[in-house]
């Protein structure tokens, strides 16, 4: 024990009367106790006890030091109360990194019943595409797309997302529709910025089988937000999620191309820190994340 510990353990001695009882609530020997005791008379240089056979008494210094320890024990009390609360309702505030995909269209409402639901919970989320160094930049967690290469950090998978190749009619009309994926090449194939492959190279699984293959093009996007509008503006070929291109879809803005040889299967994951004791205020988000991720899954392939 050190003094903080030798001090709680005096408190504790004067108020149950008793080396004995103090003993047995700490489950050691009295006499253990007992040095615990005369260590700490013999650190503060005076007597604070007075023992006999039949009771204990308290001398005038220990009168005034045991004083000053039951506000020890106050405080003690008060912090564990503070860090539960922490632990059963979640307060302060969550810093999140996502994508553009996630931060523009699906996380707001998941943000939005986060709130609601932990009333002393602020969220302050950044969106960029490019990756974020999640401990160095401050943040809570992170959405992402793709493996986790970091063992600091742990990750939840949330759905698995399917990318296809997508361009507009008009592109295809002026330009041919390919047959294989060799004739990629003969296409203006739109570059996403931040594709862990490179720019141009889309990573794609052929009979099963997961490959990168060298694309060609004039138009390259830090956000497939952008890749997609060009897309749909006829300019070439973007390969892009299905959640992103949904809509256009539907709508014949946009049509797959080589949507049998040309997919890509990849998860969508929260990452967070690897630490033991999760704090509520994250796990509680990543709870509601999966869920809402759970609700839009037909959504992603």
Known sequence: ??????MLLFAQVVKLKSFRAAAEQRGVASSVVSKHISRLEQ???VQLLIRTTR???LTEAGEEFFRHCQQLESGVALAERAVSQHAEQPRGV????APMISGQFFLPAVVDRYLKRYPHMNVEMAIKDSYQNLIASGFDLAIR????SDSTLRARLLVNSRWYA???PEYLAVNGTPGNISELKNHNCLQFHYQETGANEW??????QTKSIKIGGRFQASSLVSLREAAVAGMGIAFMPVYLAGEQAKTGQLVPVLSERVYRDVGIYAIYPNIRYVPRKISAFIELLSEGYEEHQSEFC
Do not use: C, E, S
């Not at 990573?203 to 099963?208: A, D, L, R, S, Y």
């Open 203 to 208: 990573p794609i699984t052929v009979n099963g």
């Open 43 to 45: 650190h503060l240089g």
């Open 55 to 57: 009771k204990l008494n």
């Open 166 to 168: 997508y361009a507009a």
């Open 1 to 6: 024990m050190n003094n903080l510990d030798d």
């Open 145 to 148: 797309t793709g493996t986790l």
């Open 94 to 97: 969550l810093r999140i990194a």
